[in-house]
């Protein structure tokens, strides 16, 4: 099964990603690319692009919605490693919700997450 994330994007082109500067700072261990970030107030930073009207991440790679990614997966800040896709852990995810609603993508279900093959798969005939 693909993860449902990689043909989506939707909170990468949604949400501002703020967070504290001492994540692009390699001196203190931190270890997103401050080249992609800007200075929002004297405590954080954003990546760029998403301090926008329509917001979309530098980082983010592809298209929304079809096949997308996130260009610095082991470097992204830790506000993106928060954010869960809907039902990937039995729960609705609200950002989730939000970011996928705006782009007008269907909502993710229970459904996203079963394997081909699973033996929970509704089977018909
Ligand atoms: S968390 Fe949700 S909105 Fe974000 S990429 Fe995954 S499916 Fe899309
Ligand atoms: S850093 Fe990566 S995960 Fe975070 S918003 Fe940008 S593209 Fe998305």
């Known amino acids: 099964m693909e993860h449902p994330c990689l043909r989506c994007g939707a909170c990468c082109a949604f949400f501002r990603v703020a967070f504290h500067w001492s994540e692009a700072d390699a001196f203190l261990g931190?270890?997103?690319?401050?080249?992609?970030?800007?200075k929002l107030?004297?405590?954080?930073?954003?990546?760029?692009g998403t301090d926008a009207a329509k917001p979309r991440c530098v980082a983010l790679r592809g298209t929304v919605g079809e096949a997308a990614h996130c260009g610095i997966y082991a470097q992204r800040p830790s506000v993106c490693r928060e954010v869960q896709p809907?039902?990937?852990?039995?729960?609705?995810?609200?950002?989730?919700?939000?970011?996928?609603?705006?782009?007008?993508?269907?909502?993710?279900?229970?459904?996203?997450?079963?394997?081909?093959?699973?033996?929970?798969?509704p089977r018909t005939g």
């Not at 931190?30 to 800007?38: A, Q, S, W």
């Not at 990937?88 to 079963?114: M, N, V, Y």
Request: with cysteine.
């Open 86 to 121: 809907s039902w990937e852990f039995g729960a609705i995810s609200p950002q989730c919700d939000k970011a996928r609603l705006a782009h007008g993508l269907p909502l993710l279900t229970a459904q996203d997450w079963i394997e081909p093959g699973d033996p929970d798969m």
């Open 41 to 48: 107030d004297p405590h954080r930073l954003a990546m760029r």
């Open 30 to 38: 931190g270890n997103v690319p401050p080249e992609l970030t800007e």
